[in-house]
């Protein structure tokens, strides 16, 4: 008989405790599952908001503008730029961007801010710049007015109509000034982005800043964003050594970090369940070895080895854990794959926030395979942990005494 | 032809200061095809000796040769292995394996020597043919009787083809139609196979069955005669 098949069989001597052992752990793998893929799908929901809302997943620049964010460190994307970027699997959009400080000044107020020099059609399919023009009228393609955001129109008295002149050092240090109507008004819903500063066509702001056709950022979107590290890197080999290549996170690590601080809570959670159902599985293979302790002394009497015997005993222990999960993946992905096609609507108090952020209002679920592989690694440490006990147990026990007993 | 010999054997329990001797300065010999009892009051020492004989205890001293191997000199690992190729053993509380059938039982101990299938299937057929069991193949412990199992329990001795088998009081939990009979099996496997049967007992019915009766008191060897 081998080992793994008396495991086997030793398992359903007492059915009924197995059952609820079992049943203890598929309701912990589970509760953590759907956990996971709340927490999971949230945060891909947030990167994927913060993402669309200005940064984009993957930036490209001149390997020197990052750190100086000057306007000289710009290049010139040429006519084969974005056909490369668009031809990299996983890649859904890329637009340019030129973004650079400068003065603005309305005679009576001056104030330092960003032009941000866009693409207004192919801005707008990501970003969505134009729902958040309160006056006025969003850019058209070669536009020559500006859009300005809300904290620095009302700071400088600035309405739809008016000018403005715009005073800033542009390409190799010449000057650059030029007068802008205003053709809107933006009102974002975060104060740090009514605060960014400007935005006109590209077009204009190369002229203004006489960089002509080059640019400072190329904006891209993925569709898979787990495979965002594989996009940058096809996208870096494709482009060679001239430019730089930056991710989302790596643009904006504090929101990666918040997202590791909010996980790092939810461990703390999984883990209490975890060890109140450890000890559970813990409680049944005492039991187990303690109704066996004479039986497995006859095994050692009649010649079996003792590393034997705990081979048999760690199967056993295995089984437990590998049914808990096998049933509880088996009950629980049903359920994920439904709330993944179907988010649970948030309640008006919190929705209203939400919906303000311009984001919709539910709480997500994600798929992803972390969700249950963290899952498996969980259990699988548990299973070993409690195993320690009948390893010692085994290793230890007294043959004479155990055969007298 | 020897097939066990002791030699000054020890086996002191110091207990809460008082020293129980529960082996006294025992020396003995066994030989091939003997059927024996050893008899005595509780206490007297019966347990230990077959234990140590068995390999399952140490002395405190003296020697036990089983073969031409000193069994007391081997490390613990060794020993699991002598006992699984040297010794069967029956136990008094039958001790089968209650998740294997009563086939799978006695295949247990020719697993454990990776012995061929073919041959494993075969001689446990044939022995539980002979003790009796052939309908009851796959039979769990659970389903057979007290009797039926300790049947079991003598062919999973006699699977490894050991040397000698060592019985605890094998027929204290029988009733006496089921004494009879496994005694008569075990009488019955002992002149055909020719292996050495050890026994202990307190019952003269089973005493009556042996060939050579050792009666020990106080951990020593007072009377040792051979029967007809
Ligand atoms: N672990 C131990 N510690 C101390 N004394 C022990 C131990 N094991 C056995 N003894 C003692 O050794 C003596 C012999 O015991 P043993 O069990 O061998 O007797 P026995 O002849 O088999 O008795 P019974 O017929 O009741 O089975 C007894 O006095 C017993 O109390
Ligand atoms: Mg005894």
Known sequence: MKTYKMAWRNLWRNKRRTLITVAAVVFAVFLSTFMSSMQEGTYSKMIENTVSFYSGYIQVHHPGYWASRSINDVYAPGPEFFKKIDETPNVTLSFPRLESFTLLSTGENTKAAALIGIDPVKENKVTRLSQWVEAGKYLEPGDDGLLVAKNIAKQMSLNVGDTMVLLSTGYHGSTSAALFPIKGILNFPSPQMNNIGVYADITKAGEFFSTGDMITSTVIMVDDYTKLNHTKQDIGKKLGNDYSVMTWDEMQPEIMQMIEQDRAGAVIMKAIIYIVIGFGILGTIIMMMSERRKELAIMVAVGMKRGKIIKTLFFETLYIGFLGIVLGFLLSTPIMLWLVQHPIPLPDSMAEVYEKFGFEAKLFFSLHYPVFMNQIWTVFAITIGVFLYPLVTVARFKLIQTLRS | ?228
């Not at chain 2, 003997?34 to 140590?52: C, D, H, R, Y």
């Open chain 2, 1 to 228: 032809m020897k097939v066990i010999d002791i030699k000054d054997l020890y086996k002191i329990y110091e207990d809460n200061e008082a020293e129980v001797h529960a082996v006294d300065g025992i020396s003995l010999s066994f030989n091939e095809g003997e059927f024996a009892a050893i008899v005595g009051p509780s206490g007297s020492g019966k347990t230990t000796l077959l234990n140590i004989l068995g390999g399952l205890d140490k002395p405190t001293s003296g020697e036990i040769t089983i073969g031409n191997v000193k069994i007391n000199e081997l490390p613990p690992s060794k020993l699991i292995d002598f006992r699984l190729h040297n010794i069967g053993f029956v136990f008094q509380a039958y001790n089968l394996i209650p998740v294997l059938t009563a086939k799978e039982n006695v295949e247990f101990i020719m697993d454990l020597q990776g012995r061929p299938k073919a041959e494993k299937e075969k001689r446990t057929r044939e022995l539980l043919e002979q003790v009796g069991l052939g309908d009851r193949l796959n039979s769990r412990p659970n389903r057979l009787s007290g009797g039926q199992q300790q049947r079991v329990a003598v062919a999973r001795a006699l699977a490894s083809r050991p040397k000698f088998v060592l019985a605890d009081e094998p027929t204290a939990n029988l009733d006496s139609k089921s004494t009879e009979n496994l005694l008569d099996i075990m009488e019955k496997l002992n002149r055909e196979e020719n292996i050495t049967f050890i026994f202990s007992t307190h019952d003269p019915r089973v005493v009556k069955k042996a060939r050579r009766v050792i009666t020990i008191e106080d951990g020593k060897v007072i009377k040792d005669e051979a029967i007809r």
